[in-house]
């Protein structure tokens, strides 16, 4: 069945089933290899320098856990979660072998479930990084982040565009491995915060490419740029910051 929990669950076992040992491998070094991630962790990096953020943060769909090795790399005191123990083990080498053993405290849990145990009223921040968009109910993902904050903490939530819905890897993986493969628009997200309970979120803007140097790159830059501030694309992250009222 397309899109349960189980499926979410169960993604590294059979990509790993279908695509072999080598996805793992992937899993291991893309956040650190990519240049896509790197340049959603630049865009983070700026957002977290410029508003508060931290020191206690939770990150809500950890993955391979390189988001959290970045969080604990700047000083932060992190808990990871996921719905994956693949994944969660994954990151938890990945922490050990980059010297972050013991300075990331990983958990298992569905960050959309109303009965996700959760400390409350805890955290000064979280980062939902590139998971929400795997959650039917991203609303439910982001009450269960205001409960774990304390007052006045933050959130940074880092997704790809609504187009992602439409993406030829989304088609793949929802066809190979029935995961939820959402498309979210900065409106939505927006709106989702505010159903939460946070205040007045704020979007930001990462732009993956840099252009070479010639006119035509640089109106091919200039235009991309245009696009991706008025309609979100092509294929940009959507960053929103927001907090919880005191
Ligand atoms: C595309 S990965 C992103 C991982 C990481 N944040 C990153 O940026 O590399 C999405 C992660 O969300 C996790 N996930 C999906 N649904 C979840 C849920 N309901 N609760 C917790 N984790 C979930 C998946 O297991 C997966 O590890």
């Given at each position: 069945m397309s899109g349960t929990i189980d499926n979410e669950r169960n993604f590294v076992r059979k990509a790993t089933e279908i695509y072999g040992p080598e996805f793992q491998d992937h899993l291991r070094s893309k956040g650190f290899v990519s240049h896509w991630f790197l340049h959603y962790w630049a865009a983070f990096s700026e957002i977290a320098n410029s508003r508060p953020f931290g020191p206690k943060v939770l990150?809500?769909?950890?993955?391979?856990?390189?988001?959290?090795?970045?969080?604990?790399?700047?000083?932060?005191?992190?808990?990871?979660?996921?719905?994956?123990?693949?994944?969660?083990a994954i990151a938890a080498e990945n922490a050990a072998r980059l010297g972050f053993a013991g300075r990331i405290t990983f958990r298992q849990g569905d960050m959309q479930s109303p009965a996700l145990a959760i400390d409350e009223g805890v955290y000064d921040s979280a980062l939902v990084m590139d998971a929400l968009h795997h959650c039917a109910d991203d609303v439910a993902v982001l009450r269960n982040?205001?409960?774990?904050?304390?007052?006045g903490g933050s959130i940074v939530v880092v997704e790809p565009d609504w187009f992602h819905q439409y993406?030829?890897?989304?088609?793949?993986?929802?066809?190979?491995?029935?995961?939820?493969?959402?498309?979210?628009?900065?409106?939505?997200?927006?709106?989702?915060?505010?159903?939460?309970?946070?205040?007045?979120?704020?979007?930001?803007?990462?732009?993956?490419?840099?252009?070479?140097?010639?006119?035509?790159?640089?109106?091919?830059?200039?235009?991309?740029?245009?696009?991706?501030?008025?309609?979100?694309?092509p294929h940009r992250p959507v960053l929103m910051y927001a907090r919880k009222p005191e």
């Amino acid at each position: 069945m397309s899109g349960t929990i189980d499926n979410e669950r169960n993604f590294v076992r059979k990509a790993t089933e279908i695509y072999g040992p080598e996805f793992q491998d992937h899993l291991r070094s893309k956040g650190f290899v990519s240049h896509w991630f790197l340049h959603y962790w630049a865009a983070f990096s700026e957002i977290a320098n410029s508003r508060p953020f931290g020191p206690k943060v939770l990150d809500l769909g950890c993955g391979p856990g390189w988001s959290s090795i970045f969080l604990a790399g700047r000083g932060c005191e992190v808990t990871a979660l996921d719905v994956s123990d693949d994944m969660l083990a994954i990151a938890a080498e990945n922490a050990a072998r980059l010297g972050f053993a013991g300075r990331i405290t990983f958990r298992q849990g569905d960050m959309q479930s109303p009965a996700l145990a959760i400390d409350e009223g805890v955290y000064d921040s979280a980062l939902v990084m590139d998971a929400l968009h795997h959650c039917a109910d991203d609303v439910a993902v982001l009450r269960n982040t205001y409960r774990a904050l304390k007052p006045g903490g933050s959130i940074v939530v880092v997704e790809p565009d609504w187009f992602h819905q439409y993406s030829p890897s989304s088609a793949n993986d929802r066809k190979l491995f029935g995961t939820t493969e959402r498309g979210l628009s900065s409106r939505t997200i927006r709106r989702s915060l505010v159903a939460a309970g946070f205040g007045k979120p704020e979007r930001f803007y990462c732009v993956y490419a840099t252009p070479a140097g010639g006119l035509v790159a640089r109106m091919k830059a200039v235009i991309a740029s245009v696009a991706t501030v008025s309609v979100g694309y092509p294929h940009r992250p959507v960053l929103m910051y927001a907090r919880k009222p005191e």
